[in-house]
């Protein structure tokens, strides 16, 4: 699942011993990745609360909607709902919806963004971006007419496409400049992926999920994965190193996530899978 919504700039200590701890690389070339199909739901609750945050709970869920080929591109509809225990009957209820279309080779995008913060009026952001070598230019409708330019990044799927890719390869990091519209739609990330040993499929998790008692993935390789987020515009000014936030989860190689954590610094929300079902792909001609 790409983010709710993946740097240079890590500490090079830190960078020579996950490249020491590298597995390595198989002989064979791995084959192409294969999408599934699916819908799945989420429970979100609170796993930690960190320094001087009084969060006393979270609750809510996430729908992903996620279908598509490399022939007519990749569809995904995703929504999180999550309501905040700030402590004093102080409460934030949040409501994210999106809807986006990526080319199959990652040339196209386009993105419709819709939040809710109480009862405050709706956020909107829409455009579309389209790439020509390693430039992509963006077009937003909302929240303001603009077009600009963007050097060197990825799009979402193809961002899910490369890690599990990499991970197929041996690798344990992964770094990335991804755009998927979110923050306004004018907003770059720079990403480091920490990637982790192969699990297989047959191998129970020590928490079992709707992906888990499954039977499609029980054939299937899953790894460890850790993407931060840190922002590119931000960190080229200052060399700020501190993510914005950052995501854990067990990726299979079909592109199905388990096993939620989403990281935002102050807190962190765990998202178990409640359901998942699998849709069926038209073959590509």
Excluded at 20 to 42: G, I, M
Aim: charged share 25%; net charge neutral.
């Amino acid at each position: 699942m790409r983010r709710a919504h993946w740097i240079s700039a890590a500490c090079p200590l830190a960078l020579t011993l996950l490249l020491s701890a590298a597995w390595p690389a198989p002989a064979a070339a791995a084959p192409n990745v294969s999408f599934l199909a699916h819908q799945a739901v989420y429970d979100l609750s609170l796993k930690t609360s960190r320094g001087k945050t009084s969060i006393n709970g979270a609750r809510g869920r996430i729908l992903y909607n996620f279908s598509g080929s490399t022939c007519e591109g990749y569809s995904t509809e995703f929504r999180q709902v999550s309501r905040i225990d700030a402590g004093e009957n102080r409460t934030m209820l949040s409501d994210l919806r999106s809807t986006s279309w990526e080319d199959g080779e990652g040339k196209s995008y386009r993105f419709k963004i819709e939040t809710r913060t109480n009862e405050a009026e709706p956020v909107f952001v829409d455009g579309a971006a389209e790439r020509s070598g390693k430039t992509i230019t963006v077009k937003l409708k909302q929240p303001k007419a603009k077009t600009f330019t963007i050097e060197d990044a990825v799009f979402p799927t193809e961002q899910v496409k490369l890690i599990i890719e990499a991970a197929r390869a041996g690798k344990s990091l992964l770094e990335l400049a991804v755009y998927d519209g979110s923050d306004g739609g004018e907003k770059v990330y720079s990403t480091l992926t920490v990637i982790g040993q192969p699990i297989p499929g047959s191998k129970e998790p020590a928490t079992p999920d709707a992906a888990s008692r499954n039977e499609t993935f029980k054939s299937l390789t899953r790894w460890p994965v850790t993407v931060s987020y840190y922002d590119r515009a931000a960190q080229s000014r200052s060399g700020e190193q501190t993510p914005v936030y950052a995501m854990s989860f067990e990726l299979y190689e079909d592109g199905v996530s388990r096993a939620l954590v989403l990281d935002y610094n102050d807190f962190v929300i765990a998202g178990a899978m409640d359901r998942i079902d699998i849709k069926s792909t038209k073959p590509c001609k």
